[in-house]
């Protein structure tokens, strides 16, 4: 499965480091991360370590592959 996370503004080279498996761009004020998501489980991983590094998540979606 393919995802997408948009967290609201730029994230720093840091946050983004925080994120190996995914890939970013930022775009209107956003930081997008995209990327390979292997189940569910690692799903909700990420979306608690964007929860513990005080990421505002705007928008999730799966990707078509």
Do not use: K, W
Not at 20 to 32: F, K
Request: aromatic residues 6%.
């Amino acid at each position: 499965m393919r995802y997408e996370i948009r967290v609201e503004g730029q994230m720093s080279d840091t946050l983004t480091r925080a994120f190996p498996e995914l890939e970013h761009v930022v775009m209107s004020g956003q930081t997008v991360l995209f990327g390979r998501v292997i189940d569910e489980a690692h799903l909700y991983g990420l979306l608690a370590r964007c929860q513990s590094l005080g990421l505002r998540v705007m928008e999730m979606r799966q990707l078509p592959e």
